[in-house]
């Protein structure tokens, strides 16, 4: 079995190279066969940051709020205001090995339905266990 595999590889690389070869006659260009290098580091930035724009943190949690309450917050307030109310996606709070952390990720459909509800949580008070939670928009690298 050990010998067979170097023979497949010499194979799959002659292969290669003979596609190569036929594509570079045909005026075209064969950089890879992977489809994730496909993307260039430009374009997978972009996506990157298309995403964090979507996206608001939400901090300043009490300590006693678990991760169903953190949503049941964000919800509440989503569900109040009619012109955030359908684009909300979800909210992960993350969190340590030892408690939950001291912030949750809010993700909505759009960028603006983003910014609304920061403005929202800065004028309608997101609350949890009594305690006021702050929100603000996701900083893109």
């Given amino acids: 079995m050990k ?3 170097p023979r497949q590889t010499d194979k799959i690389r ?3 190279l003979a596609l ?20 260039t580091k430009d374009q997978v930035q972009k996506q990157e940051q298309l995403e964090a724009s979507k996206q608001a943190i939400v901090s300043s949690w009490p300590d006693s709020a678990g991760p169903a309450d953190r949503t049941q917050a964000v919800e509440q307030l989503v ?3 009619d012109n955030v109310k359908g684009k909300y996606a979800s909210t ?4 340590t090995k030892q408690r ?12 603006e339905a ?3 509800f920061v403005e929202l949580v800065g004028k309608d008070a997101l609350i949890c266990h009594e305690q ?10």
Avoid at 20 to 39: F, M, W, Y
Avoid at 100 to 111: G, M, P, R, Y
């Fill in 79 to 81: 569900n109040r205001h």
């Fill in 100 to 111: 939950w952390s001291q912030f949750s990720i809010a993700e909505f459909l759009t960028k």
């Fill in 92 to 95: 992960t709070t993350l969190r």
């Fill in 132 to 141: 006021i939670a702050v929100g603000r928009a996701q900083i893109l690298k």
């Fill in 3 to 5: 010998q067979n595999k």
């Fill in 114 to 116: 983003r910014n609304e």
């Fill in 20 to 39: 190569q070869a036929l594509i570079h006659t045909q005026g075209g260009r064969l950089n890879t066969i992977d489809p994730r290098s496909a993307h």
């Fill in 14 to 16: 002659k292969d290669l």
